[in-house]
């Protein structure tokens, strides 16, 4: 049953970025942002009315308001990046946040930069330029791409804090609940600038309604799922299976807006993929490939 949440949580993450795309025909950024939360919170709000028959917000906990202000800046970012790009713009944000949490690890705690660590970083990065590049001429790449890839780079260390909230939060607290506070609180801080940046176009829009509503239960299930499928199944396996989603996403921008996918991204993704499994190898295991590449290499 783990195998199947991982894949629907999967699934669901690689149609963020058409569904943000269509659903900015409609209304702007910090409205998909909102909706993001919002409907989030509502869908958790029915699993824990069914689960415990009662609602409770964890409002107190610092790490809460962690994971809040970083999944906020995550969703923001991300969403105006989206908007301003192309639909598949958004599967630069899970290396990036590997790096980050990888610099924070050994930054402030102190964690040993292994070989096999190092290696995923720079694969990570090399997959990151190759399907931002896309093949482009060099002033065009920085003049199309800089800015977008700027606020991914933002969306993704938005992202990251808000994986050591959950690291933290998790120890004390269930899935549901942390997921549900965290979501709800955003939604309230998200909703701050609407009126100030409300953008609403004259032409009502079935499918940009629908996408909104469909992030939101992509936000709310997706956490769910995913959190009881590495319940189920190895992590590493889990952190593999549910990478598939940077593949699902390059395919559906190409099949429902024919954003161009040439062999510099495709080359791009496989590269980041192997990074992203690298780096999300579980200690034990990597110290122990480690040690075998040092003694290969005296």
Known sequence: MGYIYLVIASLMWSFVGILVKTASSMVDSSVITLCRFFFGAVLLACFLLIKEKRLRVFWRDKWIWVGVIGKSGNYIFENIAITMGFAYGNVVVWPVQAIFLTAVSVLFFQEKMYFRKALAV???????????????????????NLIPLGLFAIAAIGAGIHVISQKKLVQ??????????????????????VPFTLKVSSHANILAVCSLVGLGIITGASFYLYAEALKRIPFLIAVTISNISVIFTLIWAWLFFHEVINMYMIAGAAIM??????????????????????????
């Open 273 to 298: 993929l192997v990074g992203l499994i690298l780096i999300n190898i579980p200690k034990d295991l990597a110290k122990k490939e480690d040690k075998i590449y040092e003694e290969a290499s005296n």
């Open 122 to 144: 720079m694969l990570c990065i090399a997959g990151v330029i190759l399907i931002s590049w896309r093949g482009l001429p060099i002033k065009q790449f920085w003049g199309a």
């Open 172 to 193: 004390n607290m269930d899935s549901l609940h942390m997921n549900f506070s965290v979501f709800l609180l955003s939604s309230m801080l998200t909703a701050v600038p």
